[in-house]
């Protein structure tokens, strides 16, 4: 890999890294939704004039239907859950948990029966990984917090459904058309929430820490990902969960002096290799298979 690929890889890993932590310390101010809307709102700002002057506005009118539906799958429901199960759990469990995504993938081609074969590598793999989220959350299990694990089970939902629809859907729609409509669609839908639920009063490190998840960590993300896949290709890039999960929980624990738990030393490595076997190369992709892997790595990730 050449030093701008190592570059742009180490970008990605940090900007994908840094959100958990930002969410933490943003929802003890800002109500779930608020947070949904700061994240959402200025990424509309920001691309919308860009699909205006490409002349792709008519793209967006036309598939309006499915890009709102994946911006819900996608932002809208899944962002107010993480924000809301992150004023409940630590902010390295949380990230911890986004590792089931890929076995939530899994386990969706299987029913969607995209590939013709899926190999014992990758049921292994599926197995060892749950049997990893099971002791991560076992654990650490502590009252009530059921509560908000089932929420992050859903928001792993949202992230596998929102890629099989950009690849079955939306294969047609350039990636800024599609983020800039979703994130509006979730902006607007927010609004009325968030009127009633505006905070008195944000403080400095609030109003940073959301401006770092919208202008960064989604448009910054969006832009940087797709240079990384044109640099290394998707196969390389779908590693970038892995290394900013790791990072996520190291961000939690010497920033927010979260615990190092039991759960996360026995149940992240054990998840870690069955999501390498689930996810691992298979045979070599064609051009289309690329794009669409691009496209679903892109949206595994906060």
């Known amino acids: 890999m050449s030093r701008r690929g190592w570059v742009l890889f180490a970008g990605m ?3 994908w890294g840094i959100p958990y932590l930002l969410i ?4 003890r101010q800002l109500d779930p939704g608020v947070l949904v ?25 036309k598939n309006f239907k499915w890009i709102a539906i994946f911006g819900v799958v996608e932002f809208g429901i899944p962002w107010f859950l993480m924000a809301t ?3 409940h759990v630590t ?21 969607r029966r995209t590939d013709s074969h ?23 299990l502590k009252g009530g917090s059921i509560t908000w694990i089932g929420f992050m089970m859903v928001v792993c939902l949202g992230y596998t459904l929102g890629p099989i629809i950009l690849a079955t859907k939306l294969t047609h729609v350039p990636g800024p058309v599609v983020v800039a409509g979703a994130a509006s669609v979730v902006a607007l839908s927010w609004i009325p929430w968030s009127v009633v639920h505006w905070p008195v009063h944000l403080s400095t490190e609030t109003m940073t820490c959301v401006a770092i998840l919208s202008i960064v960590c989604t448009a910054g993300a ?24 790791a990072l996520a929980v190291v961000l939690g624990i010497v ?9 996360i030393i026995v149940g992240f490595p054990i998840v870690l290799i069955g999501s390498i076997f689930a996810t691992g190369s298979r045979a070599p992709q064609s051009e289309l298979d690329e794009v669409l892997s691009a496209d679903a790595n892109l949206v595994v990730n906060e």
């Open 13 to 15: 890993a940090v900007i």
């Open 24 to 27: 933490r310390i943003a929802v």
């Open 37 to 61: 809307l700061g994240r959402t709102g200025p990424v509309g700002l920001l691309l919308m004039p860009l699909v205006v002057w490409r002349g792709q506005f008519s793209l967006l009118v």
């Open 85 to 87: 199960a992150e004023k």
């Open 91 to 111: 902010s390295s469990l949380t990230s911890l948990l986004i590792c089931a995504v890929p076995i939530f993938s899994v386990i969706g081609q299987r029913i």
């Open 118 to 140: 899926i190999s014992t590598k990758r049921y292994v793999g599926l197995a060892i990984g749950a049997v990893g989220v099971a002791l991560l959350v076992g654990l650490d």
């Open 222 to 245: 969006f832009l940087t990902f797709f240079e990384l896949i044109k640099e290394v290709g998707s196969t390389r890039a779908s590693v970038v969960p892995y290394v900013n999960t």
């Open 255 to 263: 920033v927010l002096h979260e615990p190092l738990t039991i759960g």
